[in-house]
């Protein structure tokens, strides 16, 4: 681009030193006349052609053949009709002997002279025309070598570096100075013996071209190297391809990991259409990978989720990271299995999703187990959660049982109201501390204990201290405990005897709006293997009600503040005198409250009120 615009440049400039050579040949010309007629009468050079042979020859020098002739033959005239006799007229040109070798030897002397001269001065343009064009072709050659995005550098025979390009001197950690004119082994030692050794005196010898890869242990890089032997040395083109390499050794790892895992390693178009298929996925789904690439991953879908898998490529299309999720899929023989997807989008170098990588795990045990699991929870669920609950005539009862988050494990809450064999009216409420299956059971087995108990005894304290006997050896981890609220009740007298075992304390609603609450007690069962639990008495008269409930309500949190026994007595002020169904729904409503909807636990009301009956 920049050529034509030089030579646009340089083109008037060189026109119009060329006809200006012309005149200045006349002037030339003239004033060496005017210079020798003005000094003839002291000094007659004039008589000899010498003056006008050195001038022919400078023009024929300085300005070519063309204003070399103008001065030939100008000269040739100013000479002859100013110092060869008759002076004056071009004709005759001479009129003696003298004259005539005068004339002769101007013609012949400034004939040799310019015709030499303007051999000189053609030979030396030609050479300034060659040496500008060089140095232009080795600038231009030079220009390309610095921009090529490759390294380069040049060697002669004796190993020595005669010229480097910009590119590769980060990459060989050195100067141009400290490069230029110095020996390559003498420059980096450490690549004596090495595949660069071998393979640059391979090409220098057979003047061949080599191409290799090769580690750097000094700078701890990869480089492939492409080098051309010739008889003026060696040229060496090269870059850095660590990055490369290890993405290679990474892919060779993973590709590995993928076929030795045994899990089910698949990646697939955005349309479902397979792309690759492991050695576990042909264990998973029983079809081989000839079978299964090219072929959509609807094929492993079940009648009932047959467009499962568009919906899941969709949120992957828009970049999404699927984990553990469980589907059902078809094998190649027709069993359904249960799997664990994790699905990941694969994007191309633009940042684009263009696949979906997927990682199947085989599930069918754990979901089986699983769901014989959720079968005895539920089951479980049956034992501790009993049916509202009945008493006869002249007492009333409501129960609320709430897990902290639908679809949970079982907790450990129990409740249970019931009769003894003396005909009295038995409450009971606990808690087991934990979750899951193990905490449901020993739940479950504290309730059938109690009530056991509490069935044939008439104290309370008698029940819980046979029950923590029994539960006590029969635990399986020292940090399991159970409290316990156990009240035996009168239906006729209205008395009530009462144990606490670590549990909440619960609550007597009076008839007039006094709110007792039932403090008394003792630790929870399970902790010692030896505890007599103590009695303490109450009464419930007509119109007054026993609430109990379990650490759920109590331990309802707003930041840093728990609901408390404080909570349960300021809703018992307003709700304490409705109805069992209503005081329970209005104790669950406070705890809702108080925590803004977010119970930790769960949560456990038992209300029991006496209507009607004799008093003591």
């Known amino acids: 681009m920049d050529s034509p615009n030089h030579n646009n440049q340089t083109k008037p400039k060189t026109h119009w030193r060329k006809w200006m050579a012309y005149p200045l040949t006349m002037l030339l010309e003239v004033a060496v006349t005017a210079g020798l007629l003005a000094l003839h009468p002291y000094f007659p050079l004039g008589r000899y052609p010498i003056v006008y042979v050195i001038t022919i020859m400078a023009v024929a020098y300085w300005l070519g053949e063309g204003p070399a002739v103008l001065a030939f033959v100008t000269g040739l005239v100013l000479f002859d009709t100013r110092f060869v006799p008759p002076v004056g007229p071009i004709w005759p040109l001479a009129e003696s002997p003298d004259g005539w070798a005068?004339?002769?030897?101007?013609?012949?002397?400034?004939?040799?002279?310019?015709?030499?001269?303007?051999?000189?001065?053609?030979?030396?343009?030609?050479?300034?025309?060659?040496?500008?064009?060089?140095?232009?072709?080795?600038?231009?050659?030079?220009?390309?070598?610095?921009?090529?995005?490759?390294?380069?550098?040049?060697?002669?025979?004796?190993?020595?570096?005669?010229?480097?390009?910009?590119?590769?001197?980060?990459?060989?950690?050195?100067?141009?100075?400290?490069?230029?004119?110095?020996?390559?082994?003498?420059?980096?030692p450490e690549a004596a013996g090495t595949e660069f050794y071998k393979q640059y005196h391979k090409a220098i010898s057979e003047r061949t071209a080599v191409d290799f890869e090769v580690w750097y242990e000094p700078f701890g890089l990869w480089f492939e190297v492409r080098a051309y032997g010739s008889e003026r040395g060696l040229s060496v083109y090269f870059h850095d391809i660590t990055d490369r390499k290890q993405a290679q050794e990474a892919r060779q790892q993973l590709a590995s990991i993928v076929e030795g895992?045994?899990?089910?390693?698949?990646?697939?178009?955005?349309?479902?259409?397979?792309?690759?298929?492991?050695?576990?996925?042909?264990?998973?789904?029983?079809?081989?990978?000839?079978?299964?690439?090219?072929?959509?991953?609807?094929?492993?879908?079940?009648?009932?989720?047959?467009?499962?898998?568009?919906?899941?490529?969709?949120?992957?299309?828009?970049?999404?990271?699927?984990?553990?999720?469980?589907?059902?899929?078809?094998?190649?023989?027709?069993?359904?299995?249960?799997?664990?997807?994790?699905?990941?989008?694969?994007?191309?170098?633009?940042?684009?999703?263009?696949?979906?990588?997927?990682?199947?795990?085989?599930?069918?045990?754990?979901?089986?187990?699983?769901?014989?699991?959720?079968?005895?929870?539920?089951?479980?669920?049956?034992?501790?959660?009993?049916?509202?609950?009945?008493?006869?005539?002249?007492?009333?009862?409501?129960?609320?049982?709430?897990?902290?988050?639908?679809?949970?494990?079982?907790?450990?809450?129990?409740?249970?109201?019931?009769?003894?064999?003396?005909?009295?009216?038995?409450?009971?409420?606990?808690?087991?501390?934990?979750?899951?299956i193990e905490v449901a059971a020993l739940a479950a087995a504290a309730r059938s204990t109690v009530h056991s108990f509490a069935y044939e005894l008439s104290s309370p304290g008698t029940a819980l201290s046979h029950a923590n006997a029994v539960l006590h050896s029969q635990r399986t981890e020292a940090e399991r405990f159970v409290t316990v609220f156990l009240a035996i009740v009168d239906p006729v007298t209205g008395e009530l005897t009462y144990a606490r075992a670590g549990h909440p304390p619960a609550a007597i609603y009076r008839a007039d709006g006094e709110i007792a609450s039932l403090q008394h007690g003792n630790p929870p069962i399970g902790v010692w293997a030896e505890y007599e639990y103590e009695t303490f008495k109450d009464r419930l008269d007509p119109g007054n009600k026993i609430i109990l409930f379990t650490d759920g309500i109590t331990d309802a949190r707003r930041g840093k503040q728990l609901l408390g026994i404080d909570g349960i007595e300021r809703a018992l002020a307003r709700h304490g005198q409705d109805a069992p169904e209503e005081v329970a729904a209005a104790l669950l409503a406070a705890a809702y409250e108080w925590a803004n909807g977010r119970l930790q636990d769960d949560v456990a009301i038992l209300v029991v009120e006496r209507v009607a009956g004799p008093s003591a």
Not at 166 to 173: D, I, N, V
């Open 261 to 436: 895992t045994n899990d089910a390693v698949i990646s697939k178009a955005l349309d479902g259409t397979i792309l690759t298929w492991n050695a576990g996925a042909e264990s998973l789904y029983g079809y081989i990978a000839e079978e299964a690439v090219g072929r959509s991953i609807s094929m492993l879908m079940p009648p009932d989720a047959s467009n499962e898998h568009l919906s899941l490529l969709e949120r992957v299309a828009h970049g999404e990271r699927i984990q553990q999720h469980e589907a059902s899929r078809i094998r190649k023989d027709g069993t359904t299995i249960q799997v664990s997807l994790s699905i990941s989008p694969m994007k191309n170098a633009a940042g684009q999703v263009v696949a979906a990588s997927t990682i199947a795990r085989d599930i069918t045990e754990v979901v089986e187990l699983r769901r014989a699991q959720e079968r005895q929870v539920a089951m479980l669920q049956k034992a501790l959660v009993p049916p509202p609950p009945s008493i006869d005539s002249g007492y009333l009862a409501a129960a609320v049982y709430l897990p902290a988050l639908p679809g949970q494990s079982i907790g450990g809450d129990l409740y249970e109201v019931f009769r003894t064999e003396a005909g009295r009216i038995g409450i009971l409420i606990g808690d087991v501390c934990g979750k899951g």
């Open 102 to 188: 005068r004339f002769a030897a101007f013609f012949l002397g400034t004939s040799v002279v310019a015709f030499a001269m303007t051999i000189i001065h053609r030979s030396q343009r030609r050479n300034q025309l060659l040496a500008g064009s060089l140095r232009e072709s080795n600038e231009h050659v030079t220009s390309i070598l610095e921009s090529i995005t490759d390294a380069f550098f040049t060697l002669d025979h004796d190993w020595r570096i005669t010229y480097v390009n910009s590119e590769a001197l980060p990459l060989l950690r050195k100067s141009r100075e400290e490069l230029m004119g110095g020996d390559l082994w003498e420059l980096f």
